[in-house]
């Protein structure tokens, strides 16, 4: 008999994280959790505790929306974690406070220790609590410099860059009533 695929949503929401699933085969990944970031470390925990492997840490710059936090920087820092003997992987996202500073997870899984150095030099987002947080692509003597910050006028919101799903087409002639829409 084959073994069935666990469903890991109990184990995050149980956990107290903001957690809603995704349709893999539209996003990537199972689920989708939103993080304060006095969570990230928690969350961390719960996803090696679970067996899931890091595969990645990366940043992303967007316009901070009105009606959200003051505090945010418009930085977004994203997880993803996967697992080895199933297909299920999981997205977390922490918006960056304006301190620049989220806590590191490379204590917890030692392959953060260059993403977050990566993420530090691309976005200048300080992960604190990094044993090494010195610049890992980027020179010494420039440590301002994050080349994938954007300019104010540039920047997006985060609803702007997020997936939305397609509105379905309807044929020339048909009308919603018809296609059952």
């Known amino acids: 008999m084959a073994k069935q695929n666990k469903d890991y949503n109990k184990d995050f929401l149980h956990q107290g994280f903001d957690a809603a699933e995704t349709d893999y085969d539209q996003r990537g990944y199972h689920l989708d959790v939103v993080l304060d970031v006095n969570q990230v470390r928690k969350f961390a925990q719960t996803a090696y505790d679970l067996g899931f492997y890091i595969v990645f840490v990366a940043g992303l710059h967007v316009r901070p929306d009105e009606g959200h936090d003051k505090e945010c920087s418009g930085l977004e820092v994203v997880y993803q974690f996967a697992r080895y ?3 299920y992987r999981i997205k977390g996202r922490v918006s960056v406070p304006n301190t620049l500073e989220i806590p590191s997870i490379s204590d917890i899984y030692q392959g953060a220790d260059w993403h977050e150095r990566e993420t530090r030099d691309f976005y200048g987002v300080v992960f604190d609590g990094h044993p ?3 610049p890992l692509l ?4 420039d440590p301002d410099f994050h080349p994938l910050l954007k300019e ?4 997006k919101s985060l609803d702007e860059v997020s997936w939305q799903p397609e509105a379905p087409e309807v044929a020339k002639g048909e009308t919603e009533a018809e296609t059952g829409q």
Request: aromatic residues 0%; hydrophobic residues 30%.
């Open 85 to 87: 003997d199933q297909l």
């Open 132 to 134: 090494n947080m010195k």
């Open 138 to 141: 980027l020179s010494e003597e």
């Open 152 to 155: 104010e006028k540039k920047l």
